[in-house]
């Protein structure tokens, strides 16, 4: 069982920054964000496999970044140009179990979320 705990989520206006970062229990394999916004399902952000290679959600359009230090169980996501339409809990998950990656239910393991905000 591995245990994730998210951390960096709060409050910005359009345009600003924030960086979400987790830390797992244990040693994970393939690692991902997603996000929730009220009234809409949980959507796949990114995700990274052990080897560093990533793939992002075609809506980014190269604002966020995902990196991990697989050292430290540590997985991040620098969010730059931030928009109101971002603004959703964001949740952490471990271990690729499923067919598509951006499904919720490909994934074992997920945090409890961090909220991100975004004011216009």
């Known amino acids: 069982q591995v245990q994730l705990v998210e951390s960096g989520g709060g409050s910005v206006q359009a345009g600003g920054s924030l960086r979400l970062s987790c830390i797992a229990s244990g040693v994970t394999y393939t690692m991902g964000w997603f996000r929730q916004a009220p009234g809409k399902e949980r959507e796949g952000v990114a995700f990274i496999e052990s080897d560093g290679s990533v793939t992002y959600a075609n809506f980014l359009k190269g604002r966020f970044t995902i990196s991990r230090d697989n050292g430290k169980n540590t997985l991040d996501l620098q969010m730059n140009s931030l928009k109101p339409d971002d603004t959703a809990m964001y949740y952490c998950?471990?271990?690729?179990?499923?067919?598509?990656?951006?499904?919720?239910?490909?994934?074992?393991?997920w945090g409890q979320g961090t909220q991100v905000t975004v004011s216009s």
């Open positions: 998950a471990a271990d690729f179990i499923g067919r598509r990656w951006f499904e919720q239910t490909s994934w074992r393991y």
